[in-house]
């Protein structure tokens, strides 16, 4: 397999018109070619086959697809939240903090997060470091919604709840949503897991 063929059926795969790839607004897109270059320069020549093979599977969200895929998230949840009688607004929406002090996914998620619900919910139901909360300032949510792109391996999203539940113990009998646009099964049994370990550890 040739690199232009990697990446022609890596657009096919992923439904991206490569004739349209500036409408997408990503860098990432626009320069693949130079930048698979500079990957396979870097790979072992026996290795390179199979590295194409793989990049022409390999699945990749456009900014397009990922509010898609959050407007999908926020259907199901509006649905779930009727049987409960609540809605978005009675919510507080917290998405993951960036590990460091760099521009990180998180920041995106909460941009798509307020256009989607515009109308629906206040940008101050949409926090991304609680330690700055107080829990007067959470009497009035009725659950929490955990926010995150990707769940892989569930840790960082457990982190993230875990700290959450600690600094506000009271608040563990109101329901946790987990909204996120790629979720792996794995992360997502290992996050339930590890929930339900810590619920009887916290109550």
């Known amino acids: 397999m040739t690199k232009e063929q990697a990446i022609a059926e890596f657009f096919q795969y992923n439904q991206i018109d ?25 790979v072992d ?21 990922s509010v898609r895929r959050y407007h999908e998230g926020i259907h199901i949840l509006t649905d779930t939240l009727q049987s409960l009688g609540l809605s978005l607004c009675d919510l507080l929406f917290i998405t993951t903090e960036s590990s460091d002090k760099w521009k990180a996914g998180s920041d995106h998620v909460r941009t798509d997060l307020h256009r989607l619900c515009m109308g629906q919910i206040d940008a101050r139901q949409i926090v991304a470091c609680t330690r700055k909360l107080s829990a007067d300032e959470l ?65």
Request: glycine fraction near 4%.
């Open 139 to 203: 009497d009035d949510y009725r659950g929490f919604v955990f926010v995150d792109d990707i769940v892989g391996t569930g840790f960082t999203l457990l982190r993230t709840i875990l700290s959450f539940l600690n600094q506000f113990p009271d608040f563990i009998n109101l329901p946790l949503f987990v909204l996120c646009i790629v979720p792996t099964d794995a992360g997502l049994s290992y996050l339930i897991g590890q929930l339900k370990k810590e619920a009887s550890i916290l109550t």
């Open 45 to 65: 020549p026996s290795d390179r086959e199979l590295f194409l093979r793989l990049l022409s599977r390999y699945t990749y969200l456009t900014n397009e697809a």
């Open 18 to 42: 490569p004739a349209q790839i500036s409408r997408y607004l990503d860098p990432k897109l626009e320069y693949l070619s130079e930048k698979v270059d500079q990957w396979l320069a870097i």
